[in-house]
Structures are given as C-alpha cells and as structure tokens.
C-alpha cells in the first residue's frame, strides 16, 4: 500500500540552486509527486509546523533558518514512502550521512540540511495537509 511523506526542500538548497537536482534524485528513486509548490514560509507557518520542538534550544534558530528564504513543498507517494525518503535523504548531520544520500550530496552542515522528511507515515499525512489541501494532491 502506498504511503505519503513530506519533503522540504530547504532555503538553503534552494538559493544554492540545487532544488531541480535534489528532485530529480527523488523521482529517480522512484517517488510520485502528488503535489508541489514554492512558498515563503512566514514566521507563523513555521513556528507551527516546528512546534512540536518549541522547548528545544534551537527552534528559534529552525525558525528563522525555514524563514529565510523560499522553500520547495513536496506531498511524495510510494510504497514504504517514509522510510525509503528517510533512507534517501541521509543523516540529518551531512558528515555522518552516507555517500549519495542527499544531504551528503546537497547539505552544508546540520543545521542547514537541504531537506525535511517526515518521521513517520501518521506524521507524514499531517504534516502534507498542513501545506496542501486534499484537492490540490493528484
């Protein structure tokens, strides 16, 4: 049965201009895209969507980072789609991600990753309907 996950891919991979290639290495690992947008995130969105991590000592931080500058919203379909993206992307830290992961390739350091993924299928699906409503997937 085919799952959704959530991909962000980051300001920082986006004005290095590596958003073209970070999606293609994700169609190419054989993902469908069920919707996508570019958006600038204002404080408020990404002060919510990171809220779960309001008490740890780099929100504030996370939150200015996702701020800075356009993101890329990505709702992602596959079977075993949270663990395969999980494994696709790499270690959140790019010096400990293994090699062809996309933070190995694309990140810059552990706070500027290039992309999110979501930790699990239920968070996943809330995570896509907070930026996609369910007409806009396909």
Request: glycine residues 8%; hydrophobic residues 40%; contains cysteine.
């Amino acid at each position: 049965m085919a799952q959704r996950t959530l991909c962000i891919i980051k300001p920082d991979a986006v004005k290095k201009n590596v958003h073209g290639s970070i999606l293609q290495k994700i169609l190419d690992s054989g993902f469908k895209v069920r919707g996508i947008r570019m958006a600038q995130l204002s404080e408020n969105e990404a002060g919510k969507f990171y809220e779960v991590h309001k008490e740890r000592p780099f929100y504030n931080e996370l939150v200015t980072f996702m701020t800075s500058g356009p993101v890329v919203l990505v709702a992602l379909e596959k079977e075993n789609a949270v663990q395969d993206y999980r494994t696709l992307i790499g270690a959140t830290d790019p010096a400990e991600a293994a090699e062809g992961t996309i933070r190995k390739l694309f990140a810059s350091s552990k706070g500027e990753n290039a992309v999110h993924g979501s930790d699990s299928e239920e968070n996943g699906e809330k995570e896509i309907a907070f930026f996609f409503r369910e007409s806009e997937l396909v």
